[in-house]
């Protein structure tokens, strides 16, 4: 089972694809280590229920893969082995220092792709819900999506908030890490004729 995808002509599978966010959440966390932790504790987002700055969206990603994918898929948290106990639901993120928050999301990562490449079974079925008879059941397949896709897109707030701080982020496309047919300069040559660089998004 896979996602169709539209512009090479390919299904992408979640292995790969997760290979891709790996990668790309590398390069953002190395951004955002040379961030004054003034910037990445800055509430930008005054009226957010849950989260307010750049740190709370990279530790509320983790928490979603490790919930999802190693709490009720494996049944193995990778934050209860660890010394990463702290409220989930309103993180406060400026309370913990970043080499916390991303040791925290490097054990995770590390898990993940283990798990992934021990060749699991995608189309395993899975209860949201352990304990409740009635729970709805998706495929191991749909659940990784889940969390890629959650993923991507708070990737893309914490991107805007950076910018907000009047920083660049990093371009993290899925073409810069693919590499498709053809040379990385055809990428960036026909990126830039669509406005599509880094500066463009």
């Known amino acids: 089972m896979g996602v169709s995808g539209g512009i090479l002509g390919t299904v992408m599978n979640a292995r790969e ?7 790309a959440r590398e390069q953002l966390w190395q951004f955002v280590r040379a961030l004054p932790d003034d910037d990445l504790n800055r509430d930008l987002i005054e009226n957010g229920e849950r989260f307010h700055n750049v740190k709370d ?7 979603v893969e490790e919930h999802w994918i190693h709490l009720i898929a494996l049944g193995q948290s990778v934050r209860q082995r660890g010394d990463w106990q702290y409220d989930w639901v309103e993180p406060h993120a400026e309370r913990y220092d970043l080499g916390w928050i991303l040791s925290y999301s490097q054990a995770v990562t590390q898990a993940t792709q283990a798990f992934l490449d021990s060749d699991p079974d995608l189309e395993r079925p899975v209860k949201l819900v352990q304990d409740d008879p009635a729970s709805v ?18 990737t893309a707030q914490a991107a ?11 371009w993290l496309d899925y073409l810069r890490f693919a590499r498709p047919a053809g040379s990385l300069n055809d990428v960036d040559s026909a990126e830039d004729g669509l406005g599509l660089s880094e500066d463009g998004d």
């Open 160 to 170: 805007l908030l950076i910018r907000q701080l009047g920083h660049t982020p990093p």
């Open 57 to 63: 969206l990279l530790l509320h990603v983790t928490d």
């Open 17 to 23: 694809y997760y290979r891709y966010l790996a990668a």
């Open 137 to 154: 059941t998706v495929t191991l397949d749909q659940l990784l999506w889940h969390v890629m896709t959650h993923e991507v897109r708070h």
